[in-house]
């Protein structure tokens, strides 16, 4: 077995997702902090395609790769369902892990986890890679300069297209609740990490599958407010925009954002449209780097275990608002890790 590179931090895939494929393993390749040490499928085969074009060694199975010794952390791309549970796994194998949005829609799974993260003195990171893109540092950077002034409302939409199989057939990308995690995020990074739950919603099911489309209604502490749509049966859309007190400013592209894309605001005041435009910027490799660096150099983890925690929070209070019927009653993230509910209900899932 190769020694140990030094200053490196080396890297097991637990699955062969897409977003692994396309994004996040050739990113890996370009982050001199990692090195992709071995990747894990229930086929074999399919393990082996990757590795073929990724490096690493294939290993047949999940538990197998949590058993290697050339594995110090793992990036976790399995569906939803399978995040609490592999998480789980490989903090108790010793591993640092970087998990797919979103990493729970239960507070009470993800508490679990940090709380073994902090118990084992290791990593638990959630994987929204957009957060390391610059452009949202800049928008941050104009808010605070008082650009468009006081904020006011923050309103953001993702949406996805169903594809087609090979034979045709449309099929969904992904869950509702991977998309959803963008714009709620988002909320949580420009109007706080303790956000309200005014109100909720998700439509029926359709042929595709369950909850094609849901959206969020979210108020600050400071009287802003957020409104959010999500969906996976709609024509493309990811952007966000902010509405302050002098001015609009609008982000397209702000999600998937592809490393050579050009960002563009455009800024609206007095009537006026102008346009800003910003440096391309690679957040796949940037996040794989944050993770990277925060383990080799022994950074604090709890920043990283507080935010998992507040969106986690957030999800669960969105999620019982729109399965909640009858009128609306607020849902309060609180800041202990608490939701205050106006009347009681039984538990939805």
Sequence with gaps: MPAQKAGVLRIGVLGCADIAERRMLPSMARQPLVEVTAIASRSLAKARAFTGRFGGTPVAGYAGLLERDDVDAVYLPLPPELHVEWTLRALQ?????????????RLADADKA?????????LLMESFMFLHHSQHARVQQLLGDGLIGELRLFGSEFGIPLRRDAD???????????????????AQLFLGPHLRVAGAHVSPATAHGPAPAGGALLT??????????????????????????????????????PDEHVPVLHVEQGGAVREIRLAPDTHFTNIAGVFARAVLDREDFTPHTEALLAHARLTDAVEQAAARPGPVQHADCGSDGSRVERRRREDFR
């Design 93 to 105: 194998a010793g591993k640092h892990v970087l998990c797919e949005k979103p990493f729970a829609a």
């Design 114 to 122: 940090v709380s073994l993260a902090r118990e084992r003195g290791l």
């Design 168 to 186: 045709g057939i449309p099929r969904r990308a992904s869950t509702l609740p991977e998309v959803a995690a963008y714009p709620l995020r988002a």
């Design 220 to 257: 600050a502490a400071g009287g802003a407010t957020a409104q959010l749509a999500y969906g996976v049966e709609h024509a493309y859309r990811s952007g966000y925009d902010l509405w302050g007190s002098q001015g609009r400013l609008r982000l397209e592209r702000a999600f998937s954002t």
